[in-house]
């Protein structure tokens, strides 16, 4: 595998914790839980982007672009984390935001991320849901080229082979520190939504030959197509390493059950996560992503899914600045 090969820019503050999570261990009265801290990843409050884009825009300064421009929902982490390296390299940003919940609360609209890519400075442009994104991305690339510009377009959630470098990267540096701390992890599990972070996972223990399993607790779309999804971006991941073909289909298993209504409405679930983090661990989880991860992998623990005595690693890929987003839900459902 091929990966110092790729420019990079390092701006991660690399290695994430891994810490035991003891108390929502003995709760469960499952296996041994374990969190990875990509929610500490030290970008504007941080979050799973920030590894993509330390291969994206390295990529896009080697093109000597004038302008990045990406695409999300209106609480998108990837948007806000894209507006801060933007911001940090000097380069302009554009954000096309898509109103893919239709919540009209005004926090959901103007607080949490969306706060922060107006003090990042980022410009929005917005779109009903429903709008094909990558085809406003690509237009809006069109435009500000027809203007003189040379504008850098990444793909909702840096998920394209280069963007996945970044959990390629993580991988590798997980299975690091699992031997160092003579630690033998039995799963690793996160949120899933636009595949790169399973993506670059998968290909990166595929890799370097680790037989860790990774599940994907999905947040948008159903098993069949995520999987698939996930399976198609680990091929081409691995084929830019120079590694073809050392992705096995079997390797990549998405669980979609704990989506509910849609992507970014809470659920009875997510919430009931949301609390028992942050009450037994001190972990600030997020309602759209790590939220419903969480609450897949309580109640796969619940189900009997794991072991006593293994070993699991949650990844936690952050987003809890998303939380001011949706004060409008939680204020009602913590009260009492
Ligand atoms: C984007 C995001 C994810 C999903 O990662 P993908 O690479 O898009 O699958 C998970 N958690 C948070 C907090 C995110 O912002």
Redesign the pocket.
């Known amino acids: 595998m091929k990966l110092s090969r790729f420019p990079r820019i390092r701006i991660t503050h690399a290695p994430t914790p891994l810490e035991p999570m003891p108390r929502l261990t003995e709760l469960l009265s499952g296996p041994n839980l374990w969190v990875k801290r990509d929610?500490c990843t030290g970008l504007a409050s941080g979050?799973?982007?920030t590894r993509?884009l330390e291969y994206l825009m390295a990529e896009a300064l080697a093109q000597k672009a004038d302008v990045v421009l990406t695409q999300?929902a209106t609480q998108?982490?990837?948007a806000r984390?894209t507006a801060a390296i933007a911001a940090k390299l000097g380069m302009d940003c554009e954000i096309l935001l898509e109103d893919r919940t239709q919540i009209s609360a005004a926090d959901y609209r103007e607080s949490g991320n969306v706060l922060l890519d107006r003090l990042l400075g980022a410009s929005p442009h917005h779109f009903p849901g429903g709008t094909d994104m990558e085809a406003a991305l690509a237009a809006r690339a069109e435009e500000l080229r027809a203007q003189g510009r040379r504008p850098y377009a990444i793909p909702?959630?840096?998920?394209n082979p280069v963007?996945?470098l970044g959990?390629v990267t993580c991988a590798l540096e997980l299975v690091e520190q699992a031997n160092s701390l003579g630690l033998d992890i039995d799963c690793l599990v996160?949120?899933?939504?636009?595949?790169?972070?399973?993506?670059?996972l998968v290909a990166g223990l595929a890799g370097c030959r680790s037989l860790i399993p990774v599940l994907?607790i999905g947040?948008r779309a159903p098993r069949a197509p995520q999987e698939e999804k996930?399976y198609a971006l680990a091929q081409r991941t691995a084929e830019l390493l120079g590694v073809p073909g050392a992705v096995a289909r079997e390797r990549v298993v998405a669980n979609c059950d704990y989506v509910g209504a849609g992507y970014g409405l809470p659920t009875d679930g997510m919430l009931e996560a949301l609390k028992i983090a942050a009450r037994t661990e001190g972990l600030l989880l997020?309602p759209?992503?790590?939220g419903k991860?969480m609450a897949g992998l309580i109640d796969l623990i619940r189900k009997g899914h794991f072991r006593k005595g293994q070993n699991v690693v949650f990844v936690?890929?952050?987003?809890?600045v998303?939380l001011f987003g949706y004060e409008h839900y939680f204020t009602p459902a913590l009260a009492g």
């Open positions: 929610d979050g799973n982007k993509k999300g998108s982490n990837h984390q909702g959630g840096g998920s963007g996945a959990y996160h949120a899933t939504g636009s595949a790169g972070t399973q993506a670059g994907g947040v996930v997020d759209v992503y790590s991860g936690h890929t952050g987003g809890a998303g």
